[in-house]
T-cell receptor, first 116, second 112 residues
Framework: AQSVTQLGSHVSVSEGALVLLRCNYS??????LFWYVQYPNQGLQLLLK??????LVKGINGFEAEFKKSETSFHLTKPSAHMSDAAEYFC??????????????FGKGTKLSVIP | DGGITQSPKYLFRKEGQNVTLSCEQN?????MYWYRQDPGQGLRLIYY???????QKGDIAEGYSVSREKKESFPLTVTSAQKNPTAFYLC???????????FGSGTQLSVL
């Protein structure tokens, strides 16, 4: 079984400040990890993903995340927040079997507010 | 443009009524998914289908039904057995070999 914990349902940062959204996971097999973003009344868009290889993953809109196996974490960061980053962010994990069959387990989401 | 289309965007259900949410994709994706989103609860998997004419229950399938008669279509029926149907419903799809999910823009279902 796999699970995802996102610390903080709401995070507020000032425009230009560092964004840090936390995600911890549990998985019985090497995980694939994802961050998705959701703008109001819309579906989710993939920000970035970690499957194998380099543990620091760069995504769209200046976001990046680092897979830390020892800490079972996959925190999302952005050096400088922009007003357009205000949205809800979801961390997700899957124990992709490689056979084409897998399910994503999502965290409960973190709503990011950016203060001008 | 290729993508996933969910309709309607807003839907209202009366007591005891079944309603069907549409999900169509022209991405030629093999797998399709239905998620339910409640505020502060994240996304929970209702049903998924990896191939035409086959589907599996997710974590919260009770009170819902699906069909997959065509590759591009995966409608979700919210039955009268679902006592708390008010939520935002998201459809998603992916290819058989890529783990990236593509999402529709969602349907907000409310009870009258």
């Amino acid at each position: 079984a796999q699970s995802v914990t996102q610390l903080g349902s709401h995070v507020s940062v000032s425009e230009g400040a560092l964004v840090l959204l936390r995600c911890n996971y549990s998985s019985s097999v090497p995980p694939y990890l994802f961050w998705y973003v959701q703008y109001p009344n819309q579906g989710l868009q993939l920000l970035l993903k970690y499957t194998t290889g380099a543990t620091l993953v760069k995504g769209i809109n200046g976001f990046e995340a680092e897979f830390k196996k020892s800490e079972t974490s996959f925190h999302l960061t952005k050096p400088s927040a922009h007003m357009s980053d205000a949205a809800e962010y979801f961390c997700a994990v899957t124990d992709y079997s490689g056979a084409g069959s897998y399910q994503l387990t999502f965290g409960k989401g973190t709503k990011l507010s950016v203060i001008p | 443009d290729g993508g996933i289309t969910q309709s309607p965007k807003y839907l209202f259900r009366k007591e005891g009524q079944n309603v069907t949410l549409s999900c169509e994709q022209n991405l030629n994706h093999d797998a399709m998914y239905w998620y339910r989103q409640d505020p502060g609860q994240g996304l929970r998997l209702i049903y998924y289908s990896q191939i035409v004419n086959d589907f599996q229950k997710g974590d919260i399938a009770e009170g819902y039904s699906v069909s997959r008669e065509k590759k591009e279509s995966f409608p979700l029926t919210v039955t009268s057995a679902q006592k708390n149907p008010t939520a935002f419903y998201l459809c998603a799809s992916r290819t058989a070999t890529n783990e990236k999910l593509f999402f529709g823009s969602g349907t907000q279902l409310s009870v009258l």
